[in-house]
C-alpha cells in the first residue's frame, strides 16, 4: 500500500515569496491533515479536511496561509507572503473516516521542509 | 486549553538500561497515540491505545494508558542505540485533531 505522498521535499525560498506544498493521501482515506513542525517541536495542526470540506482550521494563519483539496483526493497549501517565522517542516497526513472499525489512526508522509532567508 | 506535557524532554541513556517516558494531558481522552521521529524524517506510528488500561508492546517499547490519570507512559526495556529517536505521545480531541505533546528526545550510547 502506497504511503502519504508529498512534494517538495525541501524549498528554500525568501521572505515575501510564495510557496505552495502537494500532498496525496492513502487512497480510501477520506480525512487529510496539514501540520507545521517547527525544529524542536511537536507537530501543530493548521487544517482538516473531511473529504474536500474543511472540519478545523483554527489555527491556521489565514493572511497568508490557504489550502484546498477541490477533488477529495489531493491537497495543495500555499503560503503568501512567506515569513521568515514559516520555516518549519510541513507534513501532511491521511487517515479513515470516522466508524466503527477506524482508529483514526493517522499516517504522515514525509514532509516538506522549507527555510525563508 | 488541551495541554499534553511529556517527560523527560531529553534522555540519554545506556544501553542495556530501562526507562519510562511519560505523556500527561489535561483533558480527558480513551485513547492515545505514540509516534517514533528520527531526524529529518516523518512520523512513524509506535502505538494506538485505544481504552483505559490497554497496554501494548512492540519489541523492546511497551505502552500503557490511565485514562483516569490522564497518563500514558512508554516503557524502554534493555535500550539499545536503534532506539535513539525522538518520541512524541498525541492525544485525539474532536473531529480526531490530534494535540501532539513536546516530544522526548531519546539518546542512547554505548
Known amino acids: 500500500e502506497a504511503g502519504v505522498a508529498q512534494s517538495p521535499r525541501y524549498k528554500i525560498i525568501e521572505k515575501r515569496q510564495s510557496v505552495a506544498f502537494w500532498c496525496n493521501p492513502i487512497?480510501?482515506?477520506?480525512?487529510l491533515y496539514w501540520y507545521q513542525q517547527i525544529l524542536g517541536q511537536g507537530p501543530k495542526l493548521l487544517i482538516q479536511f473531511q473529504n474536500n470540506g474543511v472540519v478545523d482550521d483554527s489555527q491556521l494563519p489565514k493572511d497568508r496561509f490557504s489550502a484546498e483539496r477541490l477533488k477529495g483526493v489531493d491537497s495543495t497549501l500555499k503560503i503568501q507572503p512567506a515569513k521568515l517565522e514559516d520555516s518549519a517542516v510541513y507534513l501532511c497526513?491521511?487517515?479513515?473516516?470516522?466508524?466503527?472499525?477506524?482508529?483514526?489512526?493517522?499516517?504522515f508522509g514525509p514532509g516538506t521542509r522549507l527555510t525563508v532567508t | 486549553e488541551l495541554k499534553v506535557e511529556q517527560n523527560p524532554l531529553f534522555l540519554s541513556m545506556q544501553e542495556g538500561k530501562n526507562y519510562t517516558i511519560y505523556c500527561n494531558y489535561s483533558t480527558t481522552s480513551d485513547r492515545l497515540y505514540w509516534y517514533r521521529q528520527d531526524p529529518g524524517k516523518s512520523l512513524e506510528s509506535l502505538f494506538v491505545?485505544?481504552?483505559?488500561?490497554a497496554v501494548k508492546q512492540e519489541g523492546r517499547l511497551m505502552a500503557s494508558l490511565d485514562t483516569k490519570a490522564r497518563l500514558s507512559t512508554l516503557h524502554i526495556t534493555a535500550a539499545v542505540h536503534d532506539l535513539s529517536a525522538t518520541y512524541f505521545c498525541?492525544?485525539?480531541?474532536?473531529?480526531?485533531?490530534?494535540?501532539f505533546g513536546t516530544g522526548t528526545r531519546l539518546q542512547v550510547t554505548l
Open positions: 487512497s480510501g482515506h477520506a480525512t
Open positions: 491505545l485505544l481504552s483505559n488500561g
Open positions: 497526513a491521511s487517515s479513515l473516516p470516522r466508524g466503527p472499525l477506524s482508529s483514526y489512526e493517522q499516517y
Open positions: 498525541a492525544r485525539p480531541g474532536t473531529a480526531s485533531k490530534l494535540t
